[in-house]
């Protein structure tokens, strides 16, 4: 029985009192066992789902070399993978404060929001050199995606929540 129906049963009149008794004593032993986690199978887990890659410097270097030989511009999309991640964190930052915790809504506030953006813009630009695409073609093939996804020509949760197959 889960915490749940345990609570019902402790607690309804309709059980006598040595049921609802009985419950009470099965709910406190419930709510006393506290789950431990085993911190270093945790940590061992972890380690045999990383990827070679991920904690291997040689590994990692080596990866490195087959993708130069693949011609895939690794350090330019790295830096903007890393770039796009840390810069729309600080935009987050300061939506975060506005919204929860009552950062004015002014002009310096505005401002500073544009900038990160701009910061976005700059590893989204250097995303497009890695890639050799256009903006324009980035923000064409978005279109086309948004397009396809929301026949109407707007906002559908059922299209948003069923995507057909290849919608990414």
């Known amino acids: ?22 419950y009470r004593e099965q709910l406190e032993e419930k709510q006393s066992k506290t789950m431990t986690v085993n911190t270093q199978r945790y940590l061992e887990f972890v380690n045999g789902v990383t990827s070679e890659q991920s904690k ?14 693949q011609e ?12 796009m991640s840390a810069e729309a964190g600080e935009f987050t930052e300061i939506v975060k404060k506005i919204i929860f915790q009552g950062k004015p809504v002014n002009e310096e506030n505005l401002f500073h929001m544009k900038r990160e953006l701009g910061d976005i813009m700059w590893y989204v630009a250097q995303a497009c050199m ?12 978005n279109v086309d ?21 290849g919608d990414v």
């Open 145 to 165: 995606k948004l397009k396809a996804r929301y026949p109407g020509g707007e906002f559908d949760v059922h299209h948003s929540e069923n995507r057909v197959d």
């Open 1 to 22: 029985m889960d915490e749940q129906q345990l609570k019902i049963q402790a607690n309804s009149p309709y059980n006598d009192g040595w049921t609802r008794e009985f």
């Open 130 to 141: 890695g890639l050799n695409v256009s903006l324009d073609e980035v923000i064409e093939m």
């Open 72 to 83: 895939f511009p690794t350090e330019r999309l790295l830096t903007a993978a890393v770039g």
């Open 56 to 69: 291997d410097n040689e590994a990692f270097v080596y990866r490195i070399q087959e993708l130069e030989g």
